[in-house]
């Protein structure tokens, strides 16, 4: 943990992942974006080595929490720079840290903290898939960011002006009026897009109890699989309670490749249907 200090040190001094969560200038970043968002993953990941070697419980609600913080930076560094970042390398990364913060839930048999991580990962990826789909067709989304851009840039603009002097009061009049814009904007995205506003909001993730009192109204469980570059996890949510399982990955994927030749090929499920549903139950 001392060389990733000095590894945030190249950055800024004394810059950490509590520090990249409070600037408000996030942009003053951007050149080293792909860089912070890997050192504070390799960060979180040394957290879950130092659990597994020393096997402390106190360790591993450390290493949950700063998964949870390495989530928000990652965020935090994507809203702004998203654009110019490597698809293929944000990807990665986001596959790797919801892995990895998901084994860690399991290792915890913390199904609230897995229930976020589920949820989240799906999010992320949803987000990518509709940005790319979407984005230039939603002229309420491309204002929203276009926005957010400019209170950025007003904001940076504001921390280095003299306090005293007339240009501070219209910056501060110009942030007012942008906030105001964005206000309206968001009750318009709210009303069209929930989905949308959901994401780009900070929305708070749903609980356990808020997943049974609402959505297992109407049906018998909630079940998330997540199918990572090494394991397997399953997460299930009942009435009764919850539970969080590691698979056999290779029999996960021996099975997955199974059934879809069985669904994709008529012929097949017609001449051997016994063989489909022996695939369908494992």
Do not use: C
Not at 72 to 96: F, G, N
């Amino acid at each position: 943990f001392h060389y990733y200090q000095n590894a945030f040190n190249q950055v800024s001094p004394g810059l950490d992942e509590n520090g990249l969560l409070n600037t408000k200038n996030i942009q003053s970043y951007r050149s080293v974006s792909e860089y912070l968002g890997t050192l504070v993953l390799d960060k979180a990941d040394a957290q879950l080595s130092q659990y597994k070697a020393t096997l402390n419980e106190n360790q591993l609600n450390h290493t949950l929490a700063f998964y949870r913080k390495a989530d928000l930076v990652m965020d935090k560094i994507k809203e702004d720079q998203y654009e110019i970042m490597s698809k293929l390398s944000w990807r990665y990364s986001a596959r790797r840290l919801y892995e990895h913060a998901i084994e860690a839930s399991w290792l915890a048999k913390n199904n609230e903290d897995a229930l976020y991580f589920f949820e989240k990962s799906r999010a992320v990826l949803l987000d990518e898939q509709m940005k790319s789909e979407n984005l230039m067709q939603n002229q309420e989304a491309a204002d929203l960011f276009q926005l957010k851009s400019m209170l950025n840039h007003l904001e940076n603009e504001l921390d280095t002006s003299n306090p005293h002097s007339d240009h501070y009061s219209v910056i501060q009049a110009e942030i007012i009026k942008k906030k105001e814009e964005q206000d309206k904007l968001l009750t318009t995205i709210r009303e069209k897009d929930p989905l949308y506003f959901a994401r780009n909001t900070n929305v708070e993730s749903m609980s356990i109890r808020e997943v049974q009192n609402s959505i297992l109204k109407d049906h018998s469980a909630l079940i998330e699989i997540f199918n990572g570059d090494s394991s397997v996890y399953t997460l299930t949510i009942t009435n009764a309670g919850s539970s969080i399982l590691k698979l056999d990955k290779e029999s996960f994927d021996s099975l997955s490749q199974k059934f879809v030749s069985f669904i994709s090929n008529p012929d097949l499920l017609n001449t051997q249907f016994s063989g489909f549903t022996d695939i369908s139950q494992k």
